[in-house]
């Protein structure tokens, strides 16, 4: 069963870590050989291949982030249980029976687990295997890490199937209800419409992929031209123009692509970006917003027929590249590279980040050295939003107590326990003093402040290893927390982690929209959700088509327009946006 998609999943973030942390790794790495004598400290990891040794930490103590948490008492069982565990295979860990962070756990909480790990689908999530073993009643005690729909979660929670934790949270909680509190919005999206959490959620809070919808340009070619970065839509259409027509790149060729990109990169629809400056834009395919307690289409809105008009004028203009509605990536990657010429072509690309149109090697130079980020453009009435998603770090339905278990509250704490800090680390890096260490006094952060912790050996971006969980299952990686991994002060300049965060908090976190405007995730009955689920696409497609044929001047805006709502009426859009009405209303209490 599915729902509507109003949630910001963020693949590409993960490899913007990997990215960042294999920096962060040859720098901690560098005198190694010296070092070899302490090799007893680093290791080796069972089919990772040779890690490395870390260098000697700076003088000074280490911090110690358990202070500063609540505690839980351990073990959590004075004699050895069993807990009965099914979870989705992962390419990421080797077994999860064998795994270093399992006999961890089951050292520290005297907790023993029975895995059952089902098959994936081609799109990578279990959701066949789940389905079938939950109409069977087929399944264990737990379910770890498949994350079902919010949907799925009321339906099987409104039969029994799926226990209600909102008394364990109360009650027993020491870990999950600390990140509640510094998380509110995490338990709102976690809460269904009759008042239940039916699971623990992963918190994990990416700064810069919240405020992802951005756009990129050439500074080099700002420069060159001695024009300012444009704050206005009509300033942007001006630096676009000059790009066209005055040679930025200097090889005495019209080859410039003044914007550029393709639809296909992560926020790389254009009209996200530039809807900012007319109304706000949730930067997802549902497009729904909240504006003044009410669900709201934002495809429907004068707002959005004002964006479609004003990049239909620069497509008019040629200022928009033909081929950013059909280009895939690898296409647009050698475009932001200059397809394989010595001078670029591309002015400006919309983006979660460069390494979306250009080739990215961590510490080494490059185009994507040319870019910077641009701040939202301020449109025509004073509009100007950095689209800002406050849900993005709630992953919901990693951890569910089924009907079958036996000991509920045993197995509520062993997940509670998940979310402590240290937990946290070792479930996604690895081995305490081996594949990473808590930071000492005076090392800095992504954010410049005193850091938490730092990688040793980057395992966690290893594609098969088992020291670990590979960011299965609840954890807590609080804003602070993922800000606190160590840099290097030599690599900042360069690191990837460092700059979005940088760009972000300079250039769009003062443009963030309230938090009120976005639409939490939603819980649908069975009949909503499977109406949803059909019309979506269809609405979907037929927004991005009347939109394409706008800008491209395949269709006027201001005639097609009516005819257009009209179609989205017919198709049942009253309704769908009913449904989400009546769910939003629940949630939110009103």
């Known amino acids: 069963m599915s729902h509507s998609d109003n949630s910001f999943d ?75 565990v099914m979870i989705p295979s992962s390419p990421n860990v080797q077994d999860f029976t064998s795994n270093e ?25 279990a959701n066949t295997a789940l389905n079938v073993r939950l109409a069977s009643g087929d399944y264990s005690e ?25 008394d364990y949270i109360d009650n027993l909680a020491v870990y999950s209800k600390a990140a509640f509190e510094q998380y509110p919005l995490a338990m709102r999206a976690s809460t269904a419409t009759d008042g239940n959490i039916y699971s623990l959620p992963q918190i994990n ?3 810069h992929c919240s405020m992802a919808q951005k756009l990129w340009i050439n500074q080099q070619w700002l420069d060159t031209l001695g024009v300012e970065a444009p704050t206005t839509t009509d300033q942007f259409a001006e630096v676009l123009r000059a790009f066209k027509n005055n040679d930025p790149n200097g090889n005495g060729n019209a080859d410039e692509l003044p ?39 934002i495809y429907t809105q004068d707002g959005w027929r004002e964006t479609i008009k004003f990049l239909a004028g620069l497509f008019a203009e040629g200022l928009i590249d033909t081929e950013i509605f059909t280009r895939d990536r690898d296409q647009a990657r050698a475009v932001g590279d200059g397809n394989g010429g010595p001078d670029m072509i591309a002015g400006a690309v919309a983006a979660g980040w460069w390494g979306e149109f250009t080739t990215y090697t961590s510490g080494a130079e490059g185009p994507w050295q040319q870019y910077t980020a641009l701040a939202p453009l ?66 800095k952060g992504i954010n410049g402040e005193q850091a938490i912790w730092r990688s040793i050996t980057n395992i966690a971006n290893v594609p098969s290893q088992n020291a670990h969980w590979s960011q299965a299952g609840p954890s807590f990686r609080s804003n602070a927390y993922r800000l606190g991994e160590y840099v290097p002060e030599e690599d900042a300049p360069r690191h990837v982690e460092v700059i979005l965060y940088n760009q972000t908090k300079d250039k769009y976190e003062p443009y963030k929209q309230p938090d009120e405007m976005t ?6 009955g069975e009949e909503a959700s499977q109406f949803i689920a059909e019309l979506q696409p269809t609405i979907k497609a037929a927004v991005d088509e009347f939109l394409a044929q706008c800008v491209t001047g395949q269709q006027d805006v201001e005639q097609g327009w009516e005819g257009y709502l009209s179609s989205l009426e017919s198709m049942g859009l009253q309704q769908f946006v009913a449904y989400h009405q009546e769910a939003f209303d629940a949630t939110s209490g009103s």
């Not at 799925?152 to 039969?159: A, C, F, I, T």
């Not at 639409?519 to 649908?524: K, T």
Request: aromatic share 10%; with cysteine; glycine share 10%.
């Open 519 to 524: 639409l939490p995730p939603l819980y649908f």
């Open 205 to 207: 809070d990416c700064f």
């Open 101 to 125: 962070f399992t006999a961890w756990l089951e050292e520290r909480t005297n907790v023993h687990i029975e895995w059952e790990v089902l098959p994936l689908d081609p799109d990578g999530t």
């Open 378 to 443: 301020e449109g025509p009435g004073g509009v100007r939003y950095a689209g800002y998603n406050p849900y993005i770090a709630a992953n919901i339905g990693r951890f569910i107590i089924t009907d079958k278990c036996a000991d509920p509250e045993l197995a509520f704490t062993w997940a509670d326990s998940l979310m402590e800090i240290e937990a946290t680390t070792r479930s996604i890096h690895g081995v305490m003093d081996r594949d990473w260490a808590w930071a000492t006094e005076g090392e």
């Open 142 to 166: 737990v379910l770890l890490n498949f994350s079902p729909t919010p949907s799925v979660l009321q339906l099987y929670g409104e039969q029994g199937v799926f226990k209600p934790l909102n």
């Open 259 to 297: 914007l550029t990109g393709s639809t296909l990169l992560w926020h790389g629809r254009p009209e996200e970006y530039f809807a900012n400056a007319f109304l706000y834009h949730p930067g997802v395919e549902l497009r729904l917003t909240v504006v003044d307690g009410k669900v709201t289409p």
């Open 10 to 84: 963020c693949p590409e973030c993960r490899e913007i870590e990997r990215i960042g942390r294999a920096m962060t790794r040859r720098t901690a790495l560098k005198g190694a050989a010296a070092l070899a004598a302490g090799a007893a400290v680093a290791g080796s990891v069972a089919g990772a291949g040779a890690q490395g040794t870390p260098e000697a930490s700076p003088a000074g103590p280490q911090v110690d982030p358990t202070k500063d948490q609540p505690q839980q008492t351990f073990p959590l069982a004075s004699e050895k249980k069993t807990l009965r």
